[in-house]
């Protein structure tokens, strides 16, 4: 995007400068108004379960019983020496890893596929965006458990059938981390492909065109054009399914409870046990506040090596 | 004439406080035969289940003018809409249909209402088992909970398999023994190894010696517990999980190790992924006709008679859970040998139950409709509808007759019953723990057994790995309170 | 040669995705029509063939013995007020965001618009008791009305970051030429902005309708009995004592079918709307 000064600001405004250029550095009122409805509402729903959830941290306050006491950093220290918290947060991370690499390359794919077809480009498009429709239990249930069920399901039936040999998806703790990435790879890519669909769809022709006439190669032309120009969409879209990949627990309850073991064991589903079905709150906050700051330290971190790339594409 | 005035008076009064006190007598007496018009009780539980004591509500509706609605919960959930609702003092339901152990936590936490005197009559109690009483339906010599299920761990096998001729020949052959309902676990071994990897109902697939309960979060506990209890509850000890005086945790002793280990090697005659078998899983594949052995509640029996899911109807034989001839003393600290198997019945998961808690809208409805539900003669029928979850619960529902009627052969329904009864009047019984942060406890020794099963660690070092854990839920909780609250539990006077 | 198959390649990789979704949609379809015993006996391929559909699930579902239209309707009313609300709101503030400049103390766009995607951070099962305080002092507990507002909180950030993007994207000229002859910024968003902008905004509306849809935790715990939504009904079929798979699989397909009815409607505002977002 260009950064041209605006006519907008040709007419002097006292109080103005043009230092961000694109933008009418104007914040009152009409600014407000447009941020503030949305900020309030924001800022309503979560300073209370922020404060509390801190507050509670720095208490051993369990559900079954009324009154709690404050036991300073208790909490805390029982964090560090905890190798369930340590291995659910390797879980956590691999598994975010991998689910959003799996599902941005596929959904790449598969737009790119669709981009260059000439029929049947409305059929694909919608039978990709089903699995986003259905409930996270029915995918857990039937998807999850009932097709991987190495004796009483179809996948393995079909392997057997084909000679390939029958895996075992759900009771080996190597494998059993693949296939909650599985099932959310299958319901996810939906969501990548969408997005990304629409972000080749905008990109301009003629670079394009300039490349093909200077000769480059298919796979030219796709890591030295396509791929930075998609950078912004890309950004976006692995941000936001990668914070709800942090947070996954849907699947992993219903399909292993985070087992064997602790294979398949994610923060958030611990902090659900602990606070939620033991009644330990305190404890509980405090493992969801050090997901929430490693995720803080993430999104920082991921922003700021993206940004200049963005603002390439830009 | 003074005396004819007050004479007049008097009767005048008299008319006027008949007139007053006859219209409420009869108010009186019609709000005695419908005490509650006009209330709701709601009764939550899991989806499923808590539906089924619908079949049993309409004559007490009409009895007492109240209505009772159903707030089906899904059953994963239960634990914790029950325990948010308790820690923000939010009204979920007038009546809980809890598990043994969430609703022990309610009951230690002083959390739900003690059964007021008047009502504990209508339960006949006398005919439940002392342990149910004791540790179901008890805390600390209260009692708090309404009696409506009973859980004990039995062994479920095709007896058809068994008493073929050609099938008890060649196990003969193989293991110089005869082809009967395993006693000790040696057998049992045996006997899944017999029967493994073979196709013997022509149907084209694969079956297996063996189907069990080994999922994390999903009957793990009581699936191993069922087997260590042979190995470790020596008939001496009143003490299972800990020693009661320094509540030093007892899961890493060498009984429990090698019941892990037992178990461990068992798994090969199981199907390959049994290790992602939750309870709905395990019972399909049996009463699917997958499996020669199973270890599980008494939900088998009913369910196997019902020729809409099953196709073993009449096929399965039941028995005590098998027991080790080899079994550690922990007294001694040695291992000792029995002449018969060593049983340990392991009433494990303590059954489902009603119980009022404290914020509930109308206590005296509440408890009316749980006493009349835990009554014997609803209890009676509700054993025996499948689909009710509602395990024996009271001897007098240990009648073979009952069963007949609800479908068993004569021979199936002798062997139910005894083998259920002989469990619960065992004195070598184990009842589930039943002592706070019990999902701590248990959490970590499903994750220890389930990485010993599934090859991630050796049981010595997943066990020690569990026993170090519940050494650190132990302190953090108290353990002086904690060994007070187990002594409670086993019934012994501690110091 | 090599010629005439190449149109075909891109086919390969859509089609074998294609069987990918569909396979196990297919297996959900012939699950609801299956009896206990089947699903008991082994695995079942094809009706007829394999076993004898049955329909006592669906008859179910239609009778009532199974809820179905109560959850339904708090789905749907809860789902699309969250949306709605989120997009108007979220939409202005992308607006915002993108045309003005911000400074909230130190905090400018970039802290404020991440500060609106880290709500999106902390793991809800933290957060829900004290919503659940919060909802019983405002009795909006058990309430779809409850549930509404939660999910519009959820929603807000991602419509946020993702409308800001499209309107970051549009050509400026005609708002520009709208400032200058008079008209007041939020004329100009309605009149310019937000129709350019449209196909956007329903294409996030339909996205946050989906996740509004089918979200879990919160509706299983602020709602008890009449602000029960679809996915905890889903989930209730999951018994202790065996799972209905059949009943589990039709209202499964049950509770597709608004959003699909949803897609379809919106899907050509989908793909041409992010287009003309011109997301660069």
Not at chain 1, 225 to 242: E, G, K, Q
Not at chain 2, 181 to 209: L, R
Not at chain 2, 384 to 389: A, D, I, K, R
Not at chain 3, 131 to 145: G, K, P, Q, T, W
Request: glycine content about 8%; some cysteine.
């Amino acid at each position: 995007m260009a950064r041209q000064t605006s006519p907008m600001l040709a007419t002097p405004v006292p109080g103005i400068g043009t230092a961000a250029g694109h933008r009418v550095a104007r914040t009152k009122p009409v600014a407000g108004f447009f941020v503030n409805p949305a900020a309030i509402v924001v800022v309503l729903l979560s300073i209370f379960p922020f404060v509390l959830s801190l507050a509670m941290t720095f208490s051993n306050w369990n559900l079954l019983y009324t009154g709690a006491q404050f036991i300073g950093l208790d909490n805390w220290q029982r964090l560090l020496g905890d190798a369930t918290f340590r291995r659910s947060v390797t879980n956590t991370l691999w598994m975010t890893a991998a689910g959003t690499v799996i599902q941005y390359a596929i959904g790449l794919g598969l737009a790119l596929s669709v981009l260059r077809i000439r029929r049947g480009q409305r059929f694909f498009r919608l039978v990709f965006l089903l699995p986003m429709m259905i409930s996270p239990a029915a995918v857990g249930y039937i998807i999850g458990r009932m097709q991987f069920s190495e004796t009483q399901g179809p996948i393995n039936d079909i392997l057997r059938h084909l000679e390939l040999g029958a895996v075992p998806w759900i009771s080996n703790p190597a494998m059993a981390p693949w296939t909650i990435v599985i099932a959310d790879v299958w319901q996810w890519t939906s969501f990548m492909f969408v997005l990304l669909l629409a972000g080749l769809q905008s990109l301009p022709e003629e670079p394009f065109e300039a490349a093909q006439v200077d000769g480059a190669s298919s796979w030219q032309i796709f890591v030295q054009l396509t791929l930075p120009m998609l950078m912004p969409v890309t950004v976006t879209a692995v941000l936001i399914r990668s914070l709800e990949l942090f947070k996954l627990i849907d699947l992993v309850r219903v399909i292993t409870a985070g087992g064997p073991g602790t294979a398949t064991q994610t923060v958030t589903l611990y902090v659900y046990d602990l606070a939620l079905n033991r009644g330990d709150m305190g404890y509980g906050a405090t493992v969801a506040y050090a997901l929430l700051i490693l995720v803080t330290i993430y999104a920082l971190i991921y922003l700021g090596v993206t940004r200049r790339s963005v603002e390439n594409a830009r | 004439m003074q005396i004819a005035r007050r004479r007049l008076v008097v009767l005048a009064t008299a008319a006027l406080l008949g007139l007053v006190v006859t219209p409420s007598s009869v108010l009186l007496t019609r709000a005695q035969d419908r005490p509650f018009e006009g209330a709701e009780v709601v009764v939550s539980g899991p989806a499923g289940q808590v539906e089924c004591i619908l079949n049993w509500t309409a004559d007490w509706e009409e009895e007492t003018g109240a209505t009772v609605l159903v707030n089906p919960i899904p059953f994963s959930d239960v634990d914790s809409k029950v325990l948010t609702a308790t820690g923000t003092g939010t009204f979920l339901a007038d009546v809980y249909y809890l598990g043994s152990q969430t609703a022990g936590q309610l009951m230690g936490a002083g959390q739900v209402l003690e059964v007021p005197a008047e009502y504990q009559e209508s339960l006949g109690l006398d005919d439940i088992p002392e342990i149910y009483n004791q540790f179901q339906l008890s805390w600390n010599g209260k009692m708090y909970g309404i009696p409506w299920d009973g859980d004990m761990l039995m062994l479920n096998y095709r007896s058809d398999l068994l008493a073929d001729p050609t099938f008890q020949q060649a196990f003969k052959e193989q293991f110089g023994s005869d082809l009967a309902a395993p006693q000790s676990w040696t057998e049992y071994a045996n006997i899944a190894e017999f029967f493994s990897g073979k196709d013997w109902d022509g149907d084209g697939a694969t079956d297996y010696g063996l189907v069990e309960l080994p999922m994390r979060r999903n009957h793990a506990w009581n699936g191993f517990l069922s087997r260590a209890t042979g190995y470790a509850k020596h008939p001496d000890d009143p003490a299972f999980f800990f020693d009661p005086e320094t509540m030093t945790p007892r899961i890493n002793n060498p009984g429990f190790v090698k019941a892990l280990d037992d178990w461990t090697n068992a798994l090969q005659w199981g199907p390959p992924d049994m290790l992602a078998y939750d309870w709905a899983a395990n019972a399909q594949s049996f009463i699917g006709g997958h499996a020669a052995l199973n270890i599980q509640w008494g939900d088998i029996g009913p369910m196997s008679v019902d020729p809409e899911a099953s196709v073993v109807k009449d096929k399965v034989g039941f028995d005590t859970v098998p027991g080790s001839t080899e079994v550690w003393n922990p007294a001694t600290d040695a291992w000792e040998t029995m002449v018969t198997p060593n049983k340990a019945p392991f009433a494990g998961f303590g059954g489902w139950i009603y119980v009022v808690p404290a914020l509930t809208r109308n206590a005296d409805a509440s408890f009316d409709l749980a006493s009349h539900l835990g009554s014997p003669e609803v209890r009676l029928k509700a054993v025996t509808t499948p689909g009710c979850g509602a395990n024996p619960s009271s001897l007098a529902q240990l009648d073979p007759a009952v069963w007949v009627a609800a479908g068993f052969s004569a021979e199936a329904a002798d062997a139910y019953t005894r083998a259920i009864e002989d469990s619960l009047t065992d004195p070598n019984v184990v009842f589930d723990l039943r002592i706070p942060g019990i999902q701590d406890y248990k959490d970590s020794l499903e994750i220890a057994i389930t990485k010993a099963l599934s090859g991630e660690a050796s049981s010595r070092a997943a066990l020690d790995e569990a026993a170090a854990e519940w050494e650190r839920i132990t302190d953090r909780l108290g353990r002086d309170q904690q060994g007070q609250y187990y002594r409670e539990s086993l019934g012994i006077a501690g110091a | 040669m090599v010629k005439r198959l190449r149109p075909i390649v891109p086919y390969i990789p859509l089609t074998i995705w294609s069987v990918v979704i569909l396979f196990p949609l297919y297996w959900m379809v012939i699950t609801s029509f299956k009896q206990p015993i089947d699903i008991n006996r082994g695995i079942s391929y094809v009706p007829w063939v394999d076993f004898s559909p049955s329909l006592h699930a669906w008859q179910d579902l239609a009778v009532g013995t199974v809820p179905v239209v109560g959850p339904l309707r708090n789905s749907l009313l809860a789902a699309a007020i969250s949306s709605l609300a989120a997009v108007v709101l979220g939409g202005m503030a992308g607006y915002g965001l993108a045309r003005f400049s911000y400074k909230w103390g130190p905090w400018r766009n970039q802290e404020i618009a991440f500060w609106f995607i880290s709500q999106r951070m902390l793991p809800p099962a933290a957060a829900i008791l004290a919503f659940m305080v919060m909802f019983r002092y405002l009795h909006l507990l058990d309430s779809v009305a409850g549930l509404a507002i939660a999910y519009t909180g959820f929603n807000l950030p991602f419509a946020i970051w993702i409308m800001r993007d499209f309107f970051a994207a549009l050509p400026r000229e005609l708002e520009e030429a709208s400032l200058v002859e008079g008209a007041t910024w939020w004329t100009t968003f309605i009149r310019i902005a937000v129709p350019l902008a449209m196909p956007g905004l329903a294409a996030t509306g339909i996205l946050l309708f989906i996740f509004s849809w089918n979200e879990y935790l919160f509706a299983s715990l602020l709602a008890f009995e009449s602000a029960k939504t679809m996915p905890v009904t889903i989930a209730g079929m999951a018994t202790a004592i065996g799972t209905k798979w059949w009943l589990m699989s039709a209202l499964a397909i049950v509770s597709m079918t608004p959003t699909v009815l949803l897609g379809l409607l919106l899907e050509r505002y989908i793909v041409r709307g992010l287009t003309a977002g011109a997301i660069k």
